[in-house]
């Protein structure tokens, strides 16, 4: 049985460009039942030990984190205390900076909204960098909903970070909402990381997940690609032999979605094979979906659409499968 | 400024458009300011130049995101309103991250000290050392853009300010 915690990733406060408290982003997030919310505001830590402080006591808890805010895109670190000076990033060796960030202590990093518009409208916001060496990010900000379309990229985000992954890279798929301010479109992706029962700690018997930390277990699931975006329903996926199970659970209640919602749509499963197959299936069961996978297959990833395949049905996405030697016996 | 009479400094500087880059001054600030204020302010934010000229650049930055090759005059006016001059500031003490102001403001201020911080920075117990002002320039839209940044350090908690 799988466990899905909602996770919002990407935030601001007024301690950068943000409007909005410390307190007052923690209330919103309170009540908007984010489960786990990460501080990143642009180049700064300031609001870390405030935003911990507001929310204890509350079912919300915070990932320490920052928007490196460079020049020649945005770098989201994860678990992180301080600022890491990006003076001497040069863009064709980013690598150098990312293991810098990592040295400061980051134990993720993300790279946010690579598609958004960049010059002459939005400086820097586009990614520029040239990651030779992709798995060194730990995640990609699929979608973002800060800029709204056309700005933000987010379809080119979503097929890069697909291609990447299809190439046999590692890296985990986020969305961010990228709060500055209260938001006035509410209908947008959330985060979901997808956990295990219990986690297997080395030396240790095993640990319920449930006295694990929500946070831990969000930047686990974001190390074991085990993350998605979505709006309402949440996907697990298994792939063992020449079969993948796609499990859909509809009782999440985001943006009112439900097991009547779902079943008065019309799901539709995309699954991308690292072949070049696509396989596309209206679904008759809206809880299960079973797919026949050729032998020739190692990477795969699942998009879920609502009454049609166009980019305005996406439900979810950054679902991903890899076929390694256990999954094959 | 009569909370601020122990160390103060002002630098100032002119930036031509297209300019890039980062601006590092170092201080060494006196053992005895405990408190440090920094207001840092430029001028010429928005677009002076050839609007015709800017406008075909967002169309084009437009197109790269637009799958059906195709936007709107609407569409670029509105992505032109985004065009404007971005410097922001980091803070560091001794080598260590006290924060920074990164916001859209002409005029950016911080008061930082041992109990107290302003939005942006942590508290810091300052007791002499190297104090790192970095100015990022992401973006200057005009030629002549000019910048001003002051320091000022207080013995106390710069309460009179």
Request: charged share 25%.
């Amino acid at each position: 049985m799988s466990r899905f915690i909602r996770a919002e990733l990407h935030n601001h406060t007024n301690e950068s460009d943000g409007s909005l408290s410390v307190k007052e982003l923690i209330d919103y997030a309170a009540a908007q039942n984010f489960e786990v919310m990460a501080l990143t505001d642009h180049n700064t830590v300031s609001g870390h030990l405030k935003a911990i402080r507001e929310a204890s006591g509350r079912n919300l808890e915070i990932i320490p984190g920052i928007e490196l805010t460079t020049m020649f895109g945005h770098l989201l670190a994860l678990n992180i205390g301080r600022w890491v000076d990006d003076t001497m990033l040069d863009p064709e060796r980013p690598e150098l900076y990312l293991r810098a960030v990592r040295h400061a202590g980051a134990r993720l990093i993300g790279l946010a909204h690579p598609f958004c518009i960049g010059e002459p409208i939005m400086v820097g916001c586009r990614n520029s960098m040239h990651f030779r060496y992709p798995e060194e990010l730990d995640y990609i900000e699929i979608y973002n909903c800060g800029a709204g379309d056309p700005l933000s990229g987010n379809m080119q985000a979503l097929e890069w970070w697909e291609e990447l992954v299809l190439q046999g890279y590692r890296i985990a798929a986020v969305s961010g909402i990228d709060l500055h301010t209260l938001p006035r479109n509410e209908n947008v992706f959330t985060t979901y990381a997808e956990t295990p029962d219990s986690i297997q700690v080395l030396g240790d018997e095993g640990k319920d997940a449930e006295s694990v930390p929500r946070a831990e277990l969000v930047m686990d699931a974001i190390m074991k690609q085990k993350t998605f975006i979505s709006k309402g329903p949440r996907l697990s996926a298994e792939w063992k032999g020449e079969w993948l199970k796609v499990r859909l659970d509809h009782s999440s209640g985001y943006l009112g979605w439900s097991e009547e919602k779902a079943r008065k749509s019309q799901l539709l499963l995309q699954v991308r094979q690292d072949t070049g197959r696509e396989w596309r299936e209206k679904l008759t069961n809206p809880d299960l979906a079973a797919v026949r996978i050729g032998p020739d297959v190692s990477h795969l990833v699942i998009r879920l659409y609502q009454d049609t395949y166009e980019d305005s049905h996406l439900l979810a996405a950054g679902v991903q499968c890899h076929l390694d030697e256990e999954a094959k016996q | 400024m009569s909370g601020f009479q122990h160390f103060q400094q002002s630098m100032s500087g002119t930036l031509n458009r297209g300019f890039q880059g980062h601006i590092l001054y170092t201080f060494l600030i006196p053992e005895e300011v405990k408190t440090i204020r920094i207001a840092f302010r430029f001028n010429k934010r928005e677009w002076e130049g050839n609007t015709e000229s800017l406008r075909n650049r967002c169309r084009e930055a437009l197109l790269q995101n637009v799958p059906q090759q195709y936007v709107t005059d609407d569409e670029v006016t509105a992505a032109m309103g985004h065009v404007k001059g971005e410097i922001n500031l980091s803070v560091r003490y001794n080598g260590r991250e006290i924060g920074g102001m990164h916001r859209n403001l002409l005029l950016k201020e911080g008061v930082i000290g041992p109990d107290l911080a302003s939005v942006g920075f942590l508290p810091t117990r300052f007791c002499g050392g190297i104090l790192q002002l970095d100015l990022h320039c992401l973006h200057i839209v005009n030629d002549k853009t000019e910048y001003e940044l002051k320091v000022c350090g207080a013995d106390g908690n710069g309460a009179a300010l």
